[in-house]
């Protein structure tokens, strides 16, 4: 049983390299990012998140809408156990994994089958399970020889292709994603989808960040609007 | 202590430690991570990694040239001795110098992905000693070309090895903690390096030195003790007590206080980048 909850949680960043002085004290009214203002010690903070309180249970989609810096991604990153609240408290069951930058940790200079386990030990897998599953990741990037080549060599989309047929092994209880993943040419597209779309059914909930109203209405059941770090509705 | 006291204490050691543990569970994806790292130096190059073994075999030679004849030092004692300070020295400035920056230079996997954050200090401490693997070749060719015997006592570096690494690996942890928020640190910490491979008898054998002298730059200098554990076994001769006291002193002292600023500290460490 997944199970997500966020109580009044609270999330300020530190800024060590601005002259703290003249922000001092000082609210800065910004459409766009967090508040600006200093903690008790006097030093300059952004208030990223503000009082979220949230509670999601199995089959809950969740879209996350807002401006540019209302505090979407930092939402994501809090859920994912990367932040962990400055107040308030969070509580998680289950797996929580993240689609949000799929190739990270693969490396331009390796070949496509260093990067399948490079990728995939940064996921959790065991290099003998790995190894079992690198035809199928083939395969279903449509790479052929090329996963031999250095990636470097990759088209942008055939790295994409590689990234997703990797990252796309994990089956999450709790899935986070930033926008909906859209890569690859016609052909890539359906496939893509497809998987993507097994992979979001089989997740107990779901948490998508976006600006797009149509994927809120396909795919989400409920949707809260941050602004400025604040939920202002739900 | 009352009883709230004692139990924040209790739970910043759990917090700590409990990070510490899921990175030794987890320790493949450091051993990945470290291969991967030493990969990407020496790609597209024909020797790899053999590279630092020539390298440093020549600037052993070279400094053992000059040392060894102003120091007025028989080669067959001094450039055994050289070579395994020398090198063991290198394991431990670049393992403390690289974890300055441990991490800073994860930034993104650490934004991105929720992983004990020990790992990325196990990574850097796990890259150097391949690196150190690489290196210490040097040494049976030099028992080889000066035709020395090889001593029994030889097998007690291995926990000698060991005790460094144990060691290495909280102070990496530390400085990578205090690195991450003071950013001047890094600068303090390869300045201080330097001075103490001076003041440590890497280059010049502790012999040498006047009786009072060796009380104040040998016996307080934890690094020396450090050095001894490793490299006395393989030249013939068993460390002393103190070697080793110190060093398991050290390693317990160490890792207890790391894990409580490590406890307190952690859940900061990703806001600080």
């Known amino acids: 049983m997944s199970h997500l909850l966020l109580d009044n949680v609270c999330v300020d960043f530190p800024i060590y390299n601005t002259t703290g002085r003249s922000l001092k ?9 967090g508040r600006m203002g200093s903690n008790e010690k006097g030093r ?9 309180c949230l509670e999601l249970k199995e089959g809950d989609r969740l879209g996350v809408i807002g401006h540019n810096g209302a505090g979407k991604s930092t939402l ?16 998680i069951e289950g797996k929580v994994s993240s689609m949000i930058d799929l190739s990270l940790g693969m490396d331009g200079e390796a070949t496509g089958i260093e990067n399948i386990f490079l990728r995939g030990a940064l996921l959790g897998f065991n290099r003998k399970w790995l190894s079992s599953k690198v035809g199928d990741i083939v395969d279903f990037a449509g790479l052929g020889d090329f996963i031999r080549m250095p990636l470097r060599t990759y088209s942008a989309g055939m790295q994409m292709r590689l990234a997703f047929s990797i990252s796309t092994l994990v089956q999450p209880e709790i899935l986070l994603m930033d926008e909906w993943l859209n890569i690859g040419d016609v052909d890539f597209q359906e496939k893509v989808q497809q998987r993507f779309k097994e992979i979001v059914q089989k997740s107990s909930i779901l948490v998508v960040a976006t600006h797009s109203p149509e994927l809120v209405e396909k795919v989400c059941n409920r949707t809260i609007r941050l602004e400025r770090g604040s939920v202002i509705s739900t | ?18 990070d510490i543990f899921a990175a030794l569970k987890g320790y493949k994806l450091a051993g990945v991570l470290g291969w991967q790292d ?8 024909s020797l790899g990694p053999f590279w630092l073994t020539i390298s440093m075999g020549v600037l052993i030679g ?22 395994l300070g020398f090198i063991v020295w290198g394991l431990i ?11 800073i230079t994860a930034e993104a996997l650490i934004k991105q992905i929720s992983l004990p954050l020990f790992t990325h200090i196990l990574r850097v401490v796990w890259r150097n000693l391949i690196i150190f693997a690489h290196n210490i070749i040097i040494f049976p060719l030099i028992v080889i070309v000066f035709w020395l ?6 097998l007690f570096s291995i926990a000698g090895l060991i005790l460094l690494m144990i060691n290495l690996s909280w102070m990496a942890l530390l400085l990578s903690v205090f690195c991450t928020r003071y950013r001047d640190i890094p600068q303090i910490v390869s300045n201080l390096l330097q001075v103490v491979f001076y003041l440590t008898p890497i280059i010049w054998m502790p012999r040498l030195l006047p009786k009072r002298a060796s009380i104040l730059l040998l016996d307080a200098n934890p690094f020396y003790h450090l050095i001894e554990i490793v490299r006395a076994p393989l030249l013939g001769s068993l460390p002393s007590a103190l070697d080793w006291q110190v060093s398991l002193i050290l390693a317990a002292a160490g890792w207890l206080m790391t894990v409580l600023l490590y406890g307190r500290f952690r859940s900061r460490i990703a806001y600080w980048l």
């Open chain 2, 62 to 83: 070279a400094l053992g040239l000059v040392f060894g004849s102003l120091f007025d030092s028989p080669m067959k004692e001094f450039l055994p001795f050289l070579t």
């Open chain 1, 76 to 91: 994501l990153r809090v859920i994912s156990g990367v932040y962990e609240p400055i107040e308030g408290s969070i509580h």
């Open chain 1, 25 to 33: 004290n000082q609210l800065m009214q910004a459409a766009t990012g």
């Open chain 2, 38 to 45: 030493i990969r990407q130096r020496y790609r597209r190059s």
């Open chain 2, 93 to 103: 400035s670049t393992t403390l110098n690289e974890a300055c920056t441990g991490f």
């Open chain 1, 44 to 52: 300059v903070v952004v208030r990223a998140l503000q009082n979220i």
């Open chain 2, 149 to 154: 015997p090889l001593p029994a006592t030889a």
């Open chain 2, 1 to 18: 202590m009352n009883i709230s006291n004692q139990n924040t204490f209790i739970k910043i050691l759990k917090a700590g430690w409990r």
